[in-house]
């Protein structure tokens, strides 16, 4: 009987999909917040699949905690960098993920960040909320203007071009670096590719980051490169916190090396309550939500347990992060 663990409280769309198997045992963390790592390594022990969220480490220890039956972890999430993939492949576990379903609710929140700091939104709203608005001011809360200004992604996968649309759909010059080249978009859309990383950075007034998290991303955006960024630009992460030095972002925000960051994901996450960042009124934080559409965020549920139920029931699951396993295992 194939034993399935899920190891948050998420939309009931997955879960329920996964209950209505006959025979299967599900067992679920249903609280609010992560799992002790020490309950999740119990949790696990003889299951076949796991639904996992970015919060929990896939790694040998937890490959070995839940037994040598363990065919497949499905993450809630697009980026896996909670997962140790080689320790998944080299012991035949397929990992997946849920790419292309939360690409467009993505990229709204990474443009919601943008127009938000561009205008001083918090900033505003706040003003309102503590009575101070008492007249209409001729030099207040002037901010960086939005259409016509340089979009500079970093990145331009599923995310980073759904990005860049919304950037073009507000007439701004859309610029990109990416290891892997888009002659398409940018025939089709008139997107220019740039050399080097730095040079997007210099040239654009928002630089905004959609690259995973690896070795070489990690405080990709570090003292050096926030000093390359002009006085007046602003950077976006929605991608993954490490990707941006948390120390050297506090410096640049503080000085006026940039004008201001909109993150929705930090380092480390969550952010703490006193943490330095939140003293600046030019940083803008939300708490990684960028996914977190009703639509989406049910989508995403019920991809990841269509995943599960295609590893269990023996085929390809729609979304893998390690096709060779799919493939070694023959599943179509
Ligand atoms: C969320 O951060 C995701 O990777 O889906």
Redesign the pocket.
Known sequence: MPKVFITRNIPAIGPDKLRKQSGWEIDQWSKDEVIPRDELLRRVKGADAVLSL?TERIDAEFIEAAGPQLKVVAN?????DNFVVPELTKRGVIGT??PDV?TDT?ADLAFALLMATSRMLPQAEKYVKDGHWHTWEPLGFMGQDVHHATLGLLGMGRIGAAMARRGAGFEMKVIYYDAYRRQDLEQQYGYEYRNSIEEVIRESDFVSVHTPLTEETRHLMNAERLAMMKKTAILINSA?GPIVDPDALYDALKNGTIWAAGLD?TEPEPVPSDHKLLTLENCLIVP?I??ASINTRNN?SELAADNIINVLEGRAPKTPVNKEVVEQKGLK
């Open positions: 970015l809630l999430a697009v980026g896996f993920n849920t939360l993505t993954r994901v990684h960028a996914s995403m």
